[in-house]
C-alpha cells in the first residue's frame, strides 16, 4: 500500500466487490490505494482499542460466554468496524457505510501488521488478539454467511462419507457434545488433520483416529481459525523482512513505534527501588503485601525449603520485582534450600546459575520480566508437588476457603471472593481481597500484576493510611462483578503508570 | 549365577572406573547413531543435534554435536561422561552456536518427548515416596505405557515410539515419527493436554473431572485401568483400607453417596467389597452430578501422570537411552510395550553387573570365534563391541533397540519405494 497526504480516490468497481464482499475478511489482499497519514492514525488506533477490549475481555470471562459476545459486539459497533452482515439487511444508516467500515478493518489490520511484525512477542500478541476478534466475528454469522465466507475464500475440507459416518458411530458421538445432540447423518463431519485442530485436540473436543480429528459443522471455526493463523503468521513474518524500507520513512517510524509499544503495560522489570528492600522484611512483607499466589509460595518455600522450577520462576521474578539485588536473591534463597536436603555446593551447581539467569546474567542474558497475572493464571497450571500458579484459579474452592478463613477474612467477604471465583473473575477476586485485607471498599485500581499488588498495598501501609485490622464487609452489591469487570480494567494503562511513580519509596513502610 | 547378583550390587564410588569399559566394549554406538540419524539422507539431522554431557562433580556440558558416529565414539570414549542428554536438531551445528548471529541459532526439530517420573504419583502410592520404587507402584508405569502407547499410535497415528526406563524412577518415551519430530511447540502442548487428565497442585484435591460425555480416548483408557485397578490399587496398595486412607477417596465421590457409604464401611471391612459397593452407589441417572465418580477415582489413582513441561518445548533435553543411572548405576534400557507387563525395573542390569559379566570365563565356541576374527581383521572393533555385549544381560535390550531401529528403517524402505513407483507412473 501507499501512503500519502493527498485525500484517497474510491476504488471503484470489481475491485471493490471482490475485496468487500463479505463483511468478514482473511486479509489476503493489502490495500492498494493511497491512504491519508491522518486516516492511517486514526484507523490504526481504533483497530488498536478494539484489540486491546479484546485482550481485556479474554481474560474476564469465557471466550464464547454471552456477556464476552455482548460486550465484544457493542465495542465493535462503537468503533465503527463491521458487525456481523449489516450490509444485506439494508438498515437505516447514520454514520460510516459498511462499505467505509469494510475498508477501515481491511487497512487498519494492514496497518498494525507493519507496527506487530518486528518481534517474537509483539507477532505473538497480534496474532492472538487478531484470532480471538476473528473467531468472535465468524461465530457470530449466520449459517449462511458461514458458508458464504468459506465459499468466497476458497476453504474446501475433506467430508466424512456417510459409510465412515455410521463405522465410527458411538465414537464420534461420544467425542463432542455438539455430534452428540443432532443427527449424525444430517451432520457434515470433516476430517482433517489433527495438527489442523489443535484447539480442538488440547480441549479433547474432538475424536481422533489415526492422526486424523472428524470435525462436526459447528466447531469448523477452528479449522477456519487454524488457516487464519497460519497465514497472518506467515504474512507476518513476510512483512518483517521487508520492514527495513519503511523504516527508513520518517514519517511512519516513529508512529509504527509508538503503536507496537501502546499494548504492553508495565512490565515490572526494571526496578527504581532495587536494592531498598532487605530479606528481614520478607516475611512480614508476605503477610502484609504479597498477594496471595506470592504468600503461599513464600509459605511453602519456607516449610519445604524447596520449591519446583515453576515455583522458583513466579517467585524468584517477583521478588526481583519488589527490588531484591542479585546477591540478595542468592542469599535468599540458598539460605532457605540448604535447610532441606540440597546441601550448599549443590546449590551453587544445580540452582545458582537459573537464579542469575532470572537477573540476566547468564546464558542468553535476556532479562526475565515478572510474570503478570494473566501469565501465571493462563500459562503452566501446577501440577503435584507444585506450589505456584494464581490460588484464585488454582486451589480448590474449599481449600482457598480454609486458607482465606485461617487469615481470618471475615466470612461475609470471603463469600464475595467465592463468588468472584466461581464466575472465573479470579483477578478481582484477588482485587477483592486486597480490599479485604487493605481495610477498603474499593481499592482504586485494576490489577493486572502481581508487582501492581505489591506496589499498591506498599503505598497503602507506607503513606501511613492505617489498616484495620478486623474488617467489616463491603457494601458493594455481588450481583455486578460483570459491570465492574469492563469498567476500571479500560483504564489500566493510565493507573499503572501512577505506580511507576509511587515506588520510589517504598522503604518507608519496612519494620526494620 | 547367586555369586553374580552379588556382584552386581552397585558402588556409586566405582562408576568413574566402570565408565571407560562400559562405554568402549559395551556402549550400542553404531544402534544410536542409526536411530539418530534416520535414514542419513539429511546429514544435518545427526550432525546438528546436540548432545549434553554431565561429567564428575555434576559439570555440564551443554551444546556438543560431532558430524560422524566415529567423531561422537571417539568423545564419549575420552570424557565419559556420567551421564548423557539428547537435545533438539539445530539450525546449525551446537558446537559452533556461539559463531552464529544471536538469534538464528534455532531449534528445529525434535522427537516428541514424554516423560513420566513416579514422585508425580506420591499422593496417590502408599508404599513408598520420592525417589523409591518397589514392584507394587511399577504398575502404576505399566498402565501409563500401555495408556499413552495405544494413543499415540490409534489416535495420532504416531509408530515408532521408543520406551525407555530411566534407570531410576520413571520412564520416558521418544516419538520418533517424521510428523513427530517435526511438530510445532503449540502442537506438543495440544497433544501433552489431551493426554493429560490429572490435573492440580498440592491445593487441589480432585484432581480428575469428567464432562458428561467421555470421549473415547478416555474409555480407552480407563479399559486399560480397570485391567488393573482391582488388584493394584484396592489389594495392593489398600486404598480402602484404613481409615486415612478411606478418607481420600470420599472426599472425591459427592456428599450424598459419602454419608451412605461412611455407614455402610462400617459393617464391611473387606476392600474389595468396598469398592463395589462404591461403585454401585455412585451408579447414577446419565447427566446427573457425580455420575462418573467410580471412574474419576480410578483415574486419579492410576491415570499416568505427565511432566507437561517436558514435552513442550522442542529444546528441552531429555536423558539418552543407553546413559548409565549414576545414583543406581543402572542403563537406560529400551522397554517393549508389548512386553511391558514383564517389564522388571529391578531386573535391569547395573553397569556393575555388565561389566563383571564381560569377564566371565569364555565358553569354547566363542574362542573359535575370536579365532575367526583374528583372520578377519577388516572391522575388528565394531566386531568384538557386538561380540562382547551379546555375553552380557544387557543383549536382550540392545535387541529390543535394534527392533525398534529395524521397523524404522523398514517404513522408510517403504516410503521410498512408494515415492520411486510413484515418479515411474509419471
Ligand atoms: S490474581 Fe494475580 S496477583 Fe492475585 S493471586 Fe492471582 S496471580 Fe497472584
Ligand atoms: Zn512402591
Redesign the interface.
Known amino acids: 500500500m501507499e501512503f500519502s497526504r493527498k485525500k484517497h480516490k474510491k476504488v471503484t468497481g470489481d475491485y471493490q466487490a471482490e475485496l468487500y464482499g463479505h463483511c468478514l475478511q482473511f486479509y489476503s489482499q493489502p490495500p492498494l490505494e493511497n491512504i491519508p497519514l491522518s486516516e492511517f492514525e486514526t484507523f490504526a488506533i481504533e483497530r488498536l482499542k478494539l484489540l486491546k477490549t479484546v485482550e481485556n475481555l479474554g481474560v474476564s470471562y469465557v471466550k464464547t460466554s454471552d456477556l464476552y459476545i455482548k460486550k465484544l459486539d457493542s465495542e465493535i459497533k462503537t468503533l465503527n468496524f463491521p458487525y456481523r452482515s449489516e450490509m444485506e439487511e439494508k438498515k437505516p444508516q447514520t454514520g460510516p457505510s459498511e462499505y467505509e467500515k469494510r475498508r477501515k478493518d481491511h487497512i487498519s489490520h494492514f496497518i498494525l501488521r507493519l507496527a506487530y511484525c518486528q518481534t517474537e512477542d509483539l507477532r505473538r500478541w497480534f496474532i492472538q488478539q487478531e484470532m480471538d476478534l476473528f473467531r468472535h466475528r465468524f461465530n457470530v454469522l449466520h449459517p449462511k454467511y458461514k458458508n458464504d465466507f468459506l465459499r468466497h475464500n476458497n476453504l474446501k475440507y475433506e467430508k466424512l462419507s456417510d459409510e465412515d459416518k455410521r463405522r465410527l458411530g458411538s ?1 464420534l458421538i ?4 455438539a455430534i ?1 445432540s443432532t443427527k449424525i447423518e444430517e451432520l457434515e463431519i470433516y476430517k482433517v488433520p ?2 489442523d485442530a ?2 480442538l ?4 473436543k474432538v ?6 480429528a472428524f470435525i462436526p459443522h459447528q466447531e469448523i471455526v477452528t479449522i477456519v481459525l487454524n488457516d487464519f493463523r497460519t497465514r497472518l503468521s506467515k504474512a507476518l513474518a513476510l512483512t518483517a523482512r521487508s520492514l527495513p524500507v519503511l523504516q527508513s520513512d520518517e514519517r511512519l517510524q516513529p508512529l509504527l513505534s509508538h503503536l507496537s509499544h501502546a499494548y504492553v503495560g508495565q512490565d515490572y522489570s526494571i526496578q527504581k527501588n532495587i536494592g531498598k528492600v532487605s530479606l528481614e522484611q520478607i516475611d512480614s512483607m508476605s503477610t502484609s503485601s504479597f498477594p496471595l499466589c506470592m504468600r ?1 509460595l513464600h509459605r ?1 518455600l519456607r516449610e519445604q525449603h524447596h520449591l519446583r ?2 515455583g522458583r520462576m513466579q517467585y524468584g521474578l517477583f521478588l526481583k520485582g519488589i527490588g531484591l539485588t542479585l546477591e540478595q536473591a542468592l542469599q535468599f534463597w540458598r539460605a532457605e534450600f540448604i535447610k532441606g536436603k540440597v546441601d550448599a555446593d ?1 546449590f551453587d ?2 540452582y545458582a546459575y537459573s537464579i542469575r539467569h532470572m537477573f540476566g546474567k547468564e546464558g542468553k542474558r535476556t532479562d526475565y520480566t515478572p510474570y503478570s497475572c494473566m501469565k501465571v493464571i493462563l500459562s ?10 494464581c ?1 484464585f484459579r ?3 474452592p ?3 476457603k480454609q486458607k482465606l478463613q485461617s487469615y481470618k477474612i471475615p466470612s461475609t467477604g470471603i463469600n464475595q471472593v467465592l463468588d468472584l471465583v466461581k464466575g472465573m473473575h479470579y483477578q478481582l477476586a484477588c482485587q477483592k481481597y486486597f480490599e479485604l485485607t487493605h481495610g477498603l471498599d474499593d481499592c482504586g485500581f485494576s490489577l493486572s500484576h502481581p508487582n501492581q499488588y505489591f506496589v499498591e498495598s506498599q503505598k497503602l501501609l507506607g503513606s501511613g493510611r492505617e489498616v484495620k485490622k478486623e474488617v467489616e464487609a463491603p457494601q458493594k452489591g455481588q450481583s455486578t462483578p460483570a459491570l465492574k469487570a469492563a469498567g476500571p480494567r479500560d483504564s489500566t494503562a493510565s493507573s499503572q503508570t501512577d505506580e511507576a511513580s509511587a515506588v520510589e519509596d517504598p522503604g518507608s513502610s519496612g519494620k526494620e | 549365577m547367586l555369586k553374580l547378583a552379588s556382584a552386581s550390587e552397585y558402588d556409586p564410588a566405582s562408576l568413574p572406573d566402570l565408565l571407560p569399559l562400559y562405554y568402549r566394549r559395551l556402549f550400542p554406538f553404531s544402534q544410536y547413531y542409526r536411530w539418530l540419524s534416520y535414514g542419513g539422507v539429511v546429514k544435518s539431522c545427526f550432525q546438528n543435534r546436540e548432545f549434553s554431557f554431565t561429567l564428575k ?2 559439570i555440564y556440558v551443554r551444546y556438543q554435536s560431532f558430524s560422524s558416529q566415529g567423531e561422537l565414539e571417539k568423545e564419549i570414549q575420552k570424557i565419559n561422561p556420567y551421564k548423557i542428554d539428547i537435545g533438539a536438531v539445530f539450525s546449525h551445528r551446537p558446537n559452533q552456536h556461539n559463531t552464529v548471529k544471536s538469534g538464528t541459532f534455532q531449534a528445529l526439530e525434535k522427537e516428541l518427548v514424554f516423560d513420566i517420573d513416579m ?5 496417590v502410592r502408599r508404599c513408598c515416596s520420592a525417589a523409591d520404587i518397589c514392584s507394587k507402584c511399577w504398575t502404576l508405569m505399566t498402565i501409563a505405557i500401555q495408556i499413552l502407547d495405544r494413543a499415540l499410535r ?5 509408530k515408532h515410539c521408543l520406551w525407555v526406563y530411566s534407570g531410576r524412577r520413571g520412564v520416558h518415551c521418544w516419538v520418533c515419527d517424521e ?1 513427530a519430530r517435526k ?1 510445532s511447540a ?2 506438543r ?3 501433552a ?2 493426554l493429560s487428565l ?9 484432581k480428575v473431572q469428567l464432562p ?8 480407552e483408557s480407563l479399559n486399560v485401568i480397570s485391567r488393573y485397578f482391582v488388584d493394584y490399587a484396592v489389594v495392593k496398595q489398600d486404598i480402602l483400607g484404613s481409615k486415612e486412607s478411606v478418607d481420600k477417596v470420599l472426599a472425591l465421590v459427592p456428599e450424598d453417596v459419602k454419608k451412605e457409604l461412611k455407614t455402610d464401611f462400617h459393617n464391611e471391612k473387606n476392600p474389595v467389597k468396598r469398592w463395589d459397593r462404591l461403585v454401585s452407589h455412585v451408579e447414577r441417572p446419565q447427566g446427573k452430578k457425580g455420575q462418573h465418580a467410580a471412574k474419576e477415582i480410578m483415574l486419579q489413582y492410576c491415570y499416568p ?1 505427565l ?3 517436558v514435552s513442550k518445548g522442542v529444546n528441552h533435553l531429555l536423558k539418552s537411552p543407553f546413559s548409565v543411572h549414576p545414583k543406581t548405576g543402572r542403563i537406560s534400557v529400551p522397554i517393549d510395550p508389548r512386553e511391558v507387563d514383564q517389564f522388571d525395573p529391578f531386573a535391569v542390569p547395573t553397569i556393575s553387573l555388565i561389566c563383571q559379566e564381560l569377564d566371565r570365563p569364555r565358553a569354547g565356541e566363542e574362542e573359535e570365534e575370536e579365532a575367526k576374527d583374528k583372520e578377519n581383521e577388516s572391522a575388528p572393533t565394531e566386531k568384538r563391541r557386538v561380540r562382547d555385549y551379546k555375553k552380557t544381560s544387557l543383549a536382550k535390550y540392545v535387541r529390543v533397540f535394534e527392533q525398534f531401529v529395524e521397523k524404522m528403517e523398514r517404513a522408510r524402505r517403504g516410503e521410498l519405494l512408494k515415492k520411486s513407483d510413484l515418479q515411474r507412473d509419471f
Not at chain 1, 503452566?380 to 500458579?389: K, L, M
Request: glycine share 8%; charged share 30%; proline share 5%.
Open positions: 465414537k461420544n467425542s463432542n457434545s452428540s489433527f495438527q489443535l484447539d485436540v488440547r480441549a479433547r475424536f481422533l483416529q489415526e492422526g486424523f503461599h511453602a522450577h515453576g549443590k551447581k544445580a503452566n497450571p501446577p501440577s503435584q508437588g507444585d506450589y505456584h500458579g490460588p488454582h486451589s480448590d474449599e481449600l482457598l | 562433580d555434576d514422585t508425580d504419583y506420591d499422593d490409534e489416535d495420532f497415528g504416531f510428523a511438530l503449540t502442537a502442548s495440544a497433544v493436554e489431551y490429572v490435573k492440580g497442585g498440592e491445593d487441589t484435591i480432585k458428561d460425555l467421555i470421549h473415547p480416548f478416555v474409555m501422570r511432566d507437561v513441561n
